[in-house]
């Protein structure tokens, strides 16, 4: 059968079509019901039903619609050897069906191939696929419905992120990630050779931020961050999205709010904004309730001893104080609390150099971890140190070369004072928010230890 041996003519006497979106339609579908629409997308699902009925599930990013086509229009070479994934416009009047998942369907009036797709589209992928096969063919995974809407509500939830800070003030910065200093540990640096010169990839853009108090006032920046993490765990990534800000003239306590209001009010706007698409994922989500359950790192400990919270647990050692408390007993302590917790005061040898000590305690530190149920610590953060002489003590005590940080030092020699600020991993906020147990499954393209590629 040769291409257009059934080819059919779009009907010039039908009224003209309202180019449009799936979500248009579903925006307002009472005045669409009266409307001819043309739509463009992709064959999400493709059925023939007998010679002369077939069942189209078009997705055209925005939305899904199913469409139904009749007589000669499922009789053309087009029809007959069309593969889920290829590219069309169809044209058609909205109707009501209940049989129809979203209640509404195209009754085509035309469509056209724009480009085809081809079988191996159905071996490519299938319901039994390991997850390394479908990290290999995340191209095509982001096209199902799961994937794809949650890569729509990590957009959504950015903005709602910019939306809070500029609805509070906040002035959105660009440091650089290219750097040539580390902020959180050497263990963790990713080296590049920079024109010859060392450099790394940023940990965190915090250093940046905190010089730019004095010209912007309180600031944020969402960028990517890189930690050359040699653990594989689900919530760690070797590239991730970090949400940082800082602020000047605060003290520990509006730290401690102004996180408890990032988090409240970014979740609040995404429910405003798309709450049924979010319930669809994770339907008991809600705005934790303020304020957050207060513990310091020493409270931590002894529940890990209380509730038998090893840190060895095959020979049952129970942590001491002064342990670094691993990712998976403080999920356990996290989940078994069951709210935000706002874990404080952690002693300066498990934290950065920058943090503050505690005025009254000066071998703690004014720092906080954000930890939530089912997936730990989403955010780091702490007043930092704004004495000079402080600094230096500090970079003497980490064997930290003060040359390399004369940027940072100055702030503290022009002008210092007292400040502080956080970084909250995007990805693990989505899997909180949206139910999703891995950060691999809210990347596009999840960059970890073993993975380079798509
Ligand atoms: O606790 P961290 O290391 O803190 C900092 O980097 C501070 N300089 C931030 C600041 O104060 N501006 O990282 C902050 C958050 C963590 O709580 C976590 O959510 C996320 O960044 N994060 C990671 N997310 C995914 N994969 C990784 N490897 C991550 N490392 C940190």
């Known amino acids: 059968m040769k291409r257009d041996e059934y080819a059919f003519a779009l009907d010039p006497n039908l009224p003209k079509p309202l180019v449009c979106k799936i979500r248009d339609i579903f925006a307002?579908?009472?005045?669409?019901?009266?409307?001819?629409?043309?739509?463009?997308?992709?064959?999400?699902?493709?059925?023939?039903?007998?010679?002369?009925?077939?069942?189209?599930?078009?997705?055209?990013?925005?939305?899904?619609?199913?469409?139904?086509?009749?007589?000669?229009?499922?009789?053309?070479?087009?029809?007959?050897?069309?593969?889920?994934?290829?590219?069309?416009?169809?044209?058609?009047?909205?109707?009501?069906?209940?049989?129809?998942?979203?209640?509404?369907?195209?009754?085509?009036d035309y469509w056209e191939l724009v480009a085809p797709s081809t079988p191996e589209i159905e071996m490519a992928l299938t319901h039994e696929s390991n997850p390394d096969i479908l990290l290999n063919h995340r191209h095509l995974v982001i096209r199902g419905r799961q994937s794809s809407m949650i890569l729509r509500l990590r957009s959504l939830?950015?903005?709602?992120?910019?939306?809070?800070?500029?609805?509070?003030?906040?002035?959105?910065?660009?440091?650089?990630?290219?750097?040539?200093?580390?902020?959180?540990?050497?263990?963790?640096?990713?080296?590049?050779d920079y024109f010859g010169s060392d450099a790394y990839l940023t940990q965190s853009s915090q250093m940046y931020l905190e010089t730019a108090i004095p010209a912007v006032g309180d600031c944020f920046c969402i960028l990517p961050s890189y930690r050359a993490e040699k653990s594989s765990t689900r919530r760690h990534l070797a590239e991730f999205h970090h949400i940082e800000a800082e602020m000047p003239f605060i003290n520990f306590e509006n730290l401690l709010n102004a996180i408890e209001d990032l988090v409240c009010d970014v979740i609040s706007r995404l429910l405003d904004k798309a709450g049924d698409l979010v319930r669809e994922l994770n339907p008991a989500v809600a705005v934790p309730q303020r304020p957050f359950r207060r513990m310091t790192y020493a409270d931590a400990i002894a529940y890990c001893r209380e509730h038998d919270i090893y840190k060895d647990e095959e020979n049952k050692v129970h942590f001491e104080f002064?342990?670094?408390?691993?990712?998976?007993?403080?999920?356990?302590?996290?989940?078994?609390?069951?709210?935000?917790?706002?874990?404080?005061?952690?002693?300066?040898?498990?934290?950065?150099?920058?943090?503050?000590?505690?005025?009254?305690?000066?071998?703690?530190?004014?720092?906080?971890?954000?930890?939530?149920?089912?997936?730990?610590?989403?955010?780091?953060?702490?007043?930092?140190?704004?004495?000079?002489e402080e600094l230096m003590q500090a970079y003497a005590r980490e064997m930290m070369d003060p040359q390399s940080y004369y940027w940072y030092t100055d702030q503290r020699k022009f002008g210092s004072c007292p400040h502080g600020g956080y970084g909250l991993g995007l990805e693990r906020f989505c899997c909180y928010v949206l139910d999703v147990k891995h950060v691999r499954e809210v990347c596009l393209y999840p960059r970890y230890r073993g993975r380079l590629s798509p």
């Open 322 to 388: 002064g342990d670094d408390i691993p990712e998976r007993p403080e999920r356990l302590m996290t989940d078994q609390i069951g709210e935000p917790i706002l874990l404080t005061h952690f002693p300066v040898s498990l934290k950065a150099f920058y943090m503050q000590p505690c005025v009254d305690q000066p071998d703690l530190t004014e720092s906080v971890d954000v930890l939530l149920p089912g997936v730990g610590e989403i955010i780091g953060g702490s007043m930092r140190m704004w004495r000079y």
């Open 157 to 192: 939830i950015t903005q709602c992120f910019r939306e809070h800070y500029f609805d509070r003030g906040y002035v959105e910065l660009a440091p650089p990630t290219i750097v040539n200093t580390m902020c959180e540990g050497g263990s963790t640096l990713f080296k590049l």
């Open 28 to 108: 307002d579908p009472d005045t669409m019901l009266q409307r001819r629409v043309c739509l463009a997308g992709w064959v999400h699902h493709w059925r023939m039903d007998g010679k002369r009925l077939a069942f189209m599930d078009l997705r055209d990013g925005t939305g899904f619609l199913q469409c139904v086509l009749t007589n000669e229009l499922c009789m053309t070479y087009d029809a007959l050897t069309l593969c889920r994934e290829a590219s069309v416009r169809v044209w058609g009047s909205l109707q009501r069906d209940a049989r129809a998942k979203s209640g509404l369907e195209l009754q085509a």
